[in-house]
């Protein structure tokens, strides 16, 4: 799911090289965390939250295969 995310994100934004996507995994989620570039952030999350909503929708989807829940965070 990591990789989805970053490829998502790397088609949104201006700036595809300062896309960062990092997993941390706890014992019932897994936290990805996508930090990309300052003036990116507001694509990124798009209007009214619709992309990273939708975003957070397929790692929702794909959660049904699996047992932990998936969480995605901007980090600024």
Do not use: S
Not at 20 to 43: F, S, T
Request: glycine share 6%; proline share 3%.
């Amino acid at each position: 799911m990591k990789e989805l995310i970053e490829q998502i994100a790397k088609t949104i934004v201006e700036n595809p090289e300062e896309v960062q996507v990092r997993a941390i995994e706890g014992e019932h989620a897994v936290v990805i965390e996508l930090r990309v570039a300052p003036g990116d952030i507001g694509k990124v999350i798009g209007k009214q939250g619709r992309t990273i909503t939708a975003m957070r929708t397929i790692l929702n989807a794909a959660r049904a295969q699996k047992e932990k829940r998936q969480i995605l965070e901007v980090i600024e």
